[in-house]
């Protein structure tokens, strides 16, 4: 880490003080994640810190969500997480057609949450460093206008930004289907830049086999190009973390 990066972090310890809160439990690169994500900036980053801070307290008071809060979502079996990509980053695949708009909003709220906790937790080594990431693979094959969901889409992405700041590595778009061109530029107005520039639509076989080439060949599932069975994310049990 660089003199100025250091200086800034220390300063955002200050401020996060300053707000009335504590950054004593976490380390540096949990806070680092909160200054990219508010441009280095150490009071900003500072507020995001705090407000999710207090987030999660209300929200996930007891530190994660269980399967049985989320059973319906889970039962429609449209979420799958896979091994590690070849640098090492948690792949989770959407089948976006098993989805369907949801009726419940905080409990679908909930199942985000309980999704994105537990495929980040999936690249942790033992113990959680902070800086972890994840990628997400979105298949829209033989999506239908029953399965279309903008409202879930922005709610996922305004979570991941307001809740997961870069915790994002990758997300990469498959299949889609020429009708969703309009809903995905609707979807794009409520994305930050710096989200938008880690989305990567695949239109074409070079662009395959690219994806193929990043993400890799063991984890991805067959129909993607790889050799991976597809895992649904209820039958994933992660490890205990140490101490």
């Given at each position: ?45 500072a507020k995001m810190f705090v ?181 649904e994310l209820q039958d994933v ?7």
């Amino acid at each position: 880490m660089d003199k100025n990066q250091e200086l800034k972090l220390t300063q955002m310890k200050t401020c996060v003080q300053n707000l009335g809160s504590s950054t004593e439990k976490y380390g540096d690169p949990t806070l680092e994640r909160f200054l990219i994500a508010r441009s280095m900036d150490p009071n900003k980053a500072a507020k995001m810190f705090v407000s999710w801070q207090k987030w999660r307290a209300s929200f996930v008071p007891s530190g994660f969500i269980p399967d049985s809060e989320v059973i319906d979502q889970l039962e429609t079996e449209k979420i799958y997480l896979q091994g590690l990509s070849k640098d090492g980053h948690p792949v989770m695949v959407v089948k976006a057609c098993k989805h369907f708009p949801a009726k419940d909003q905080p409990q679908f709220k909930k199942f985000v949450v309980h999704l994105l906790d537990k495929v980040i937790a999936r690249g942790f080594k033992g113990k959680e460093i902070g800086n972890e990431k994840l990628i997400a693979v979105l298949d829209l094959d033989q999506i239908g206008y029953k399965n279309v969901d903008a409202r879930g889409f922005i709610t996922g992405f305004q979570f991941l930004q307001a809740y997961y700041p870069e915790r994002l590595k990758k997300c990469y778009i498959l299949n889609m289907p020429w009708f969703f061109v309009s809903v995905w530029k609707m979807i794009s107005r409520f994305l930050e830049k710096a989200t938008l520039e880690k989305i990567v639509i695949i239109s074409n076989e070079e662009e395959k086999k690219q994806f193929i080439r990043e993400v890799g060949e063991d984890v991805l599932p067959e129909e993607f190009g790889g050799h991976a069975k597809l895992v649904e994310l209820q039958d994933v049990v992660l490890p205990p973390l140490e101490g």
